[in-house]
């Protein structure tokens, strides 16, 4: 069965960095393409960031370009994202997830999400 | 702002048919990707490659694609299809972009 847990969520302060984290198991994580979706509670869904099975292909939604940072570590069955310089506007339940393809295509299965809360 | 439109609210009788429907000009060049949440839960993969069910989906959700306009149809919906519902594409960078979300009520 596929799992993704996410863990590093929490309360942080406006200006600073956090770093969460997915830990993928049930599946050949080097095989597939992973993301990061978030949502404001009550609120629509918005796509933050994806790389490829290799990390060598990366995206990110422009809210997020220069702060934001995805990586993978395929010996650890692991993605991340680092974030820094964190707004309010960017507290929300962030999703892990996994695609169907080995490049970013399609979110096939998602975590059950790390929520992450911006507040002085 | 979502370069996908979608109508905030719609309602289906009991075992009647509904379509929701998703609008933008990216539609015309990649496929929508249609997603369920229910309250409380992360969303779950409907249907993709504009009419593909991944094996947990029914196939009383399909999936059709005309111009701008992509749809996603419930045929004899249930109770237990009352969720919100997010079409995704891509926007004009490429990169992923999601509609603004069709709440789904079963009467």
């Known amino acids: 069965e596929v799992q993704l847990v996410e863990s590093g969520g929490g309360l942080v302060q406006p200006g600073r960095s956090l770093r969460i984290s997915c830990a993928a198991s049930?599946?050949?994580?080097?095989?597939?393409?992973m993301h990061w979706v978030r949502q404001v509670p009550g609120k629509g869904l918005e796509w933050v960031s994806g790389?490829?099975?290799?990390?060598?292909?990366?995206g990110y939604a422009d809210s997020v370009k220069g702060r934001f940072t995805i990586s993978r570590d395929n010996a650890k069955n692991s993605l991340y994202l680092q974030m820094k310089g964190l707004r309010a506007e960017d507290m929300a339940m962030y999703y892990c997830?996994?695609?169907?393809?080995?490049?970013?295509?399609?979110?096939?299965?998602w975590g059950q999400g790390t929520m992450v809360i911006v507040s002085s | 702002s979502s370069e996908l439109t979608q109508d905030p609210a719609v309602s289906v009788a009991l075992g009647q048919t509904v379509r929701i429907t998703c609008q933008g000009d990216?539609?015309?060049?990649?496929?929508a990707t249609w997603y369920q949440q229910k309250p409380g839960q992360a969303p779950v993969l409907v249907v993709y490659?504009?009419?593909v069910r991944p094996s947990w989906i029914p196939d009383r959700f399909s999936g059709s694609s005309s111009g701008n306009t992509a749809s996603l149809t419930i045929t004899g919906a249930q109770a237990e299809d009352e969720a919100d519902y997010y079409c995704?594409?891509?926007?004009?960078?490429?990169?992923?972009?999601f509609g603004t979300g069709t709440k789904v009520s079963v009467l």
């Open positions: 490659d504009r009419n």
């Open positions: 997830i996994k695609d169907v393809s080995n490049n970013p295509y399609v979110f096939e299965i």
């Open positions: 790389i490829n099975w290799n990390s060598g292909n990366i």
């Open positions: 990216s539609l015309r060049s990649y496929y």
């Open positions: 049930g599946f050949s994580f080097d095989d597939y393409a």
């Open positions: 995704n594409s891509r926007d004009r960078s490429g990169n992923h972009v």
